[in-house]
């Protein structure tokens, strides 16, 4: 034919074509070809191996039979030949030697891809993506539909060899009418799921749900597969793993039997306590607003007061206990002890859960940065969910807390493979990149994680931030700030304050302060009174009377903090700096070097290298110039959120301008900018 049957780009897109394509008929491409050529060609290419020879010996007989119908034919037309035939005849053994070339060559890719002899067509798995499931109901039914799509996925992400985007992905083309082709390129896919459902309560029981899926190959938007399930809602289980099932099977996807019993077990009997489950879920997804994280916790627990059997609803459970501890909503050893609770609940309930695992990993990390542990967990949970982005992301976490930077990027690289579309992970690739004094990328993943994400605030701080660190540049800063979609937030009023001090303009600060309402200014990682930074603006306007009371009401109120949660490390380094500030030397050294011991580098990366920071301040205030500077020194050669830009424009760092060292520091890492 002068073509092979199956054509592509690159080693990969031709495997993928052997596997999905139907080839051209040999007799359509050479029409002058015996037809019998033709069938022993379509037959040893065959999709079905049932279909195909099953020895070399089978496929010389037909050739053989084939040439001698050949020969026999031509005996008879020899007295009488044609030009046509003449030239038929002379071209009849190159036609047969391609085709037994061409089914050698088949046989070799076929053979190399089931045997994993041939690396050059041992392509990745096939990559799709369940995009959200349309609600043909009603609108407060919209939860169902996600869920529905987001369990589908669940399902089909514990399969090895197929490659699931994650839901948060799929999530940013609902309602955006993108077309397939342009979500293909995005996400870098080959196959689309998508679909529609609709729940009808009319009728006994809970009702019926109507499910349409339609699997589509994107290359060419051809639909390889859909169906119509009309089935009452008891029935929903079995239709997710039913629809999964077939898109596998339409893939050729191998389940190995672990996977196989996993895919087929429902989740639960009892249609409340998923509807709850499903909510539940969704408000734990939304992200770390204390309203979401506490509707979270309320409808898990309900799912599993419904149905206390439910395990994978207990190991979610434990992740929102965690959650809540995390974002210091509930920072006692009870939420913890709850969280480690549903967890083994979970595991006690159904042995080996991965979500039960991933549920372990984040009560260590979360609780007690007991990392080593939180690996562990992980792993076992990667190796039933190993498309899980919630699970990539923890292990990213932990290498970044233990300060493995190559294994964060790395890891943060495949979340981003998985998950293409998080502004999660592209806001991780900032902090990262950032810590690593590669400023001009993480201000590439900054602004990639603004156009994913325009309502959340913390990448605008994380990016104003960054432009500090990067060239000191505040007005570069004060503008990203400004574009926020709304400025009550605590991180974006203390940084625009920070800003303030920055350009020497306390009066400025001081007038941001009186709009905030609220006495300390806290979130994960800081904890600021309201009246700290007052008394570091007044002090800035040698006003010393009234920044000593400012300072004076912050101390009072750390203390009573502290006594309250005496291990919450952010308290200290705030103590340390209201101290300096009242010129108690030695209580302030006290404190910032208890929030050191307390977090330091070797127990957690971030916020070690932060409690740092903070002491080398304090330091600086009481006058202990060599040490201050010591720590300035190390935390210029790690990762850390110090840079030399910044170190030049912190009023903060003023009584070092004039020491030697202090400039010998600052002309040595000036060029460490990227």
């Known amino acids: 034919t002068g073509r092979p049957p199956f054509v592509g780009e690159n080693h990969a897109a031709v495997a993928r074509a052997i596997l999905d394509d139907e080839p051209t008929s040999l007799n359509d491409l050479r029409p ?271 799912a599993v007061r419904m149905d206390p059997t439910f395990a994978v609803a207990h190991a979610t459970l434990s992740e929102a206990h965690s959650n809540m501890y995390l974002l210091k909503l509930d920072f006692t050893p009870d939420r913890l002890e709850m969280a480690k609770a549903s967890a083994e609940r979970a595991l006690e309930l159904q042995p080996g859960l991965p979500e039960g695992h991933r549920a372990l990993g984040y009560y260590h990390y979360r609780g007690f940065r007991d990392y080593d542990r939180a690996r562990e967990e992980y792993s076992l949970a990667l190796e039933g969910l190993p498309n899980d982005e919630i699970t990539l992301a923890g292990v990213y976490a932990v290498n970044k807390r233990q300060g493995r930077w190559d294994e964060a990027v790395k890891h943060l690289e495949r979340c981003a493979r998985v998950d293409p579309k998080s ?107 309201k009246k700290l930074l007052e008394c570091m603006c007044l002090s800035e306007k040698e006003e010393m009377p009234s920044a000593r009371a400012a300072c004076q009401s912050a101390v009072e109120l750390l203390e009573r903090e502290i006594s309250a949660r005496p291990q919450d490390h952010r308290l200290y380094s705030a103590l340390g700096r209201a101290l300096a500030l009242l010129d108690r030397p030695e209580e302030a050294r006290r404190a910032g070097e208890y929030a050191v011991e307390l977090m330091p580098i070797s127990k957690d990366a971030i916020l070690g290298q932060q409690q740092e920071i903070e002491l080398a301040k304090i330091y600086t205030r009481i006058g202990e110039f060599d040490k201050a500077i010591n720590m300035i020194e190390e935390l210029l050669s790690i990762p850390s959120e110090i840079s030399v830009p910044l170190l030049r424009l912190d009023p903060v760092w003023d009584p070092l301008r004039d020491h030697p060292r202090f400039k010998a520091l600052l002309e040595e890492h000036g060029e460490d900018i990227q």
Not at 134 to 148: H, K, R, S
Not at 462 to 484: H, I, M, P, Q
């Open 423 to 529: 502004w999660i992970s592209a806001t991780e690739g900032a902090v990262v990149l950032r810590l690593l004094r590669r400023y001009a990328e993480a201000e590439t993943e900054m602004l990639r994680a603004i156009s994913i994400a325009p309502d959340h605030i913390v990448v605008y701080y994380l990016g104003a931030n960054n432009y500090v660190l990067w060239d000191g540049a505040t007005d570069r800063a004060r503008r990203l700030l400004e574009s926020a979609p709304s400025i009550e937030s605590a991180r974006i009023t203390y940084l625009a304050i920070l800003l303030d001090l920055y350009d020497r303009a306390p009066d400025v600060g001081l007038a941001r302060l009186e709009e905030v309402r609220l006495e300390s200014l806290t979130y994960q990682d800081c904890f600021i009174p």
């Open 32 to 302: 002058e070809a015996p037809a019998k050529l033709g069938e022993v060609v379509a037959k040893a290419l065959a999709k079905d191996p049932s279909g195909r020879y099953q020895s070399a010996d089978e496929l010389l007989t037909d050739l053989r039979n084939l040439r001698k119908q050949i020969a026999d034919v031509e005996d008879v037309t020899l007295s009488t030949p044609s030009q046509h035939s003449l030239r038929r005849r002379s071209r009849l053994p190159v036609v047969l030697a391609s085709g037994v070339v061409i089914i050698g060559v088949i046989a070799v890719l076929w053979n190399g891809r089931s045997t994993g002899l041939n690396e050059e067509v041992n392509e990745p798995p096939p990559r799709i993506v369940v995009l959200p499931f349309e609600n043909l109901g009603l609108p407060e039914d919209e939860y169902f539909a996600d869920g529905i799509t987001e369990e589908i996925t669940s399902r089909l992400a514990a399969v090895s060899d197929l490659e699931v985007i994650s839901r948060t992905s799929a999530m940013y083309y609902k309602g955006r009418n993108t077309p397939l082709r342009q979500i293909g390129d995005e996400l870098e896919v080959e196959y689309v799921l998508e679909g529609t459902i609709r729940w009808d309560r009319n009728g006994p029981g809970h009702g019926r749900v109507r499910i349409t899926p339609q699997l589509i190959r994107v290359a060419n938007d051809s639909h390889l597969w859909s169906d119509r399930y009309d089935r009452v809602i008891e029935d929903i289980f079995t239709v997710q793993s039913d629809i999964a099932e077939q898109v596998l099977a339409r893939l050729q996807t191998v389940l190995l039997e672990p996977e196989q019993r996993a895919f087929r077990a429902p989740i639960t009997e009892n249609i409340e306590a998923y509807q709850a489950y499903l909510l539940g879920t969704q408000y734990l997804g939304f992200g770390g607003y204390e309203r979401n994280a506490r509707l979270a916790v309320e409808m898990l627990e309900r």
